[in-house]
């Protein structure tokens, strides 16, 4: 009886989130026929959250479109947020080499625009990747590099995720 009450809880849960993010989808996508274009862009970069864990081919069309039409707005803070749709769909796709194209570009648009965090973004981003490839030397530098800045600007929430990502190598590089 236990198993089978559970059985249905998880069903209900699942079919739940699955009505609610559909939900998400559908208001966001209703929205973007009355707003601006960097408002559109701004939705857009939510519909790419919703999408990419289900559905990674229209994740991809979300970020190419947000792409697109941050360029023609020339919303730089759009087309840094597209290059970062794009890095983590490409993570997802495991397709590292491009996931290393979209940091470098969009460390070139975080320093046009006079982001602070910038470098260490890099660093971050770069780690992430080097660690997904287990390149676990290249994925500690970066990440201390990361680290440094954020402990030295007193940033204690990224220093820690930092940290979290050094124990995660530990623990993998020790399994």
Not at 11 to 39: C, I, P, Y
Not at 78 to 103: R, T, V
Not at 106 to 117: A, L, R, T
Not at 124 to 132: L, P, T, V
Request: charge should be negative.
């Amino acid at each position: 009886m236990r198993d089978y009450v559970i059985i249905l809880l998880l069903f209900f849960t699942l079919f739940t989130n699955k009505n609610m993010a559909e939900g998400r989808v559908d208001s966001l996508t209703n929205l973007l026929v009355s707003v601006d274009d960097t408002s559109r862009v701004d939705i857009y970069y939510k519909l790419f959250w919703e999408y990419i864990s289900r559905d990674l081919i229209e994740a991809e069309r979300v970020a190419i479109k947000m792409l697109e039409l941050a360029e023609k707005a020339n919303y730089e803070t759009g087309i840094g947020m597209s290059y970062d749709a794009l890095l983590n769909l490409s993570l997802q796709q495991s397709d590292f080499e491009k996931a290393k194209k979209y940091i470098y570009l969009q460390k070139e648009n975080q320093e046009q625009s006079g982001y602070e965090f910038a470098e260490s973004a890099f660093n971050q981003s770069m780690g992430q990747i080097y660690y997904y490839q287990t390149d676990y030397d290249s994925a500690i530098f970066h990440f201390l590099e990361a680290a440094e800045f954020y402990k030295t600007n007193n940033y204690t929430d990224s220093h820690s995720r930092i940290l979290l990502n050094l124990g995660s190598i530990y623990l993998s590089s020790t399994v």
